[in-house]
């Protein structure tokens, strides 16, 4: 967090290693990211192989992880990196999400050591990108109904079926696809150029520009018997993966609500209205209090999360409340934000739309506000209230 908006202290809470990756995350968003955002916004394109080996070559993907060439830090750590990344774009943290707590972390949890040395390296590096197929058509919330099958022929798998919403699909190089067999949902190693597999870029967006996001298409795609994630086993196994991406979000849209609240800021001080800044008014005051609350409270609740991931005591349930609180609350400050900068807010000139549509995005993915609130809720009455 910016000095000026920590009114509590947070870096108090904060090891010394936890700082420097912070300052390095940051370092590249400013450096490396920011210039190019607008342009690559606009355009609905990144270079995402290129960002991929720079993200490796600092230690970004799977940090979390341990050995295979990643960093292994502490969950703070890779929170406060999807902080620094998301303050910059939410797609940008997604690519980072995605590679590192979705695709890399499903081999590095449930893979056979022969899929682990073979992927994990290169991934981790940025040499080769992952995606991670769980998500339909006509199947989010409840992955239990998907249709992707995989059925065995001899010893090898065919996997038919679709895959939607797929973040950095289009480039990667290794697909973790979910698919239902005749023992229960399995998950697979799924390399892109085996044929009878495609992964046509979703078009159109008004959210998340600057990410990759596709259907992923497998026609008879056949894999043979060790293509198989063998500790997985069930819906348990994709869940698991989620709760790690879910976690990085609670750290990210407070950077995402950061980065509009320091822009409203600068804007209001500079903006004149009836002879004085617009931060001299009661009213812009009140806001800037109010949202800078929020935000504190926010990191507080993201970094006590991240000290009981630390420990092994993190709940599914109090990954949702931080992934339903974090994500609303950013979502009300970027509107906030825009109504301090009136119609500049609207402008390409200025992050804060830009982040408030990412924000919806991420609002839905990893899980929507009603099914965190349905977690949450199960957790407190002891009643299931999802059918």
Not at 70 to 79: H, I
Not at 235 to 251: K, M, Q, V, Y
Request: aromatic share 6%; proline share 4%; net charge negative.
């Amino acid at each position: 967090m910016g000095a000026s908006l920590d009114l509590v202290d947070v870096d108090s809470l904060l090891s010394s290693e936890e700082v420097d990756v912070r300052a390095a995350a940051r370092r590249f968003a400013d450096e490396r990211l920011r210039p190019s955002l607008p342009e690559w916004f606009e355009a609905a394109s990144i270079p995402a192989r290129e960002l991929a080996k720079e993200l490796g070559a600092l230690g970004f993907l799977g940090m979390h992880l341990s050995g295979y060439g990643c960093a292994g830090l502490g969950p703070v750590a890779y929170g406060l990196a999807c902080l620094e990344i998301e303050a910059a774009d939410s797609g940008m943290r997604s690519l980072v999400s995605v590679q590192g707590s979705l695709a890399m972390y499903a081999i590095w949890k449930y893979g056979s050591d022969d899929q682990k040395n073979e992927w994990l390296p290169r991934m981790s590096a940025g040499e080769a990108i992952g995606c991670f197929g769980l998500t339909e058509p006509d199947f989010g919330s409840n992955p239990a109904g998907m249709r992707t099958n995989a059925r065995r022929d001899g010893d090898d798998w065919i996997l038919n079926g679709n895959k939607m919403w797929i973040t950095n699909g289009s480039v990667a190089d290794v697909a973790v696809v979910w698919a239902r067999t005749d023992d229960g949902v399995r998950g697979f190693v799924v390399p892109t150029s085996t044929p009878g597999f495609s992964a046509p870029e979703i078009k159109n967006k008004m959210s998340l520009r600057a990410s990759v996001t596709s259907e992923l298409v497998l026609e008879d795609v056949r894999l043979p018997a060790s293509a198989m994630l063998p500790e997985a086993r069930g819906l348990s196994g994709p869940l698991g993966c989620l709760n790690e991406a879910r976690f990085g979000i609670i750290f990210g849209a407070m950077g995402a609500a950061r980065d509009c609240l320091e822009t409203a800021i600068v804007y209001a001080g500079e903006r004149i209205v009836f002879d004085k800044p617009l931060t001299a008014y009661q009213l812009t005051q009140a806001k800037i209090a109010d949202m800078a609350v929020e935000l504190n409270k926010g990191i507080l609740l993201a970094v006590h999360l991240g000290r009981l991931k630390e420990k092994g005591a993190l709940r599914p349930e109090q990954v949702s409340v931080g992934k339903l609180n974090n994500v609303r609350e950013a979502i009300a400050i970027a509107r906030e934000c825009r109504t301090i900068l009136a119609a500049n807010g609207i402008s390409g000139e200025y992050p804060i739309m830009r982040h408030a549509n990412n924000l919806e995005s991420v609002l839905t993915y990893e899980g929507t506000s009603e099914v965190h609130q349905l977690v949450i809720g199960q957790a407190l009455t002891g009643q299931s209230a999802f059918r």
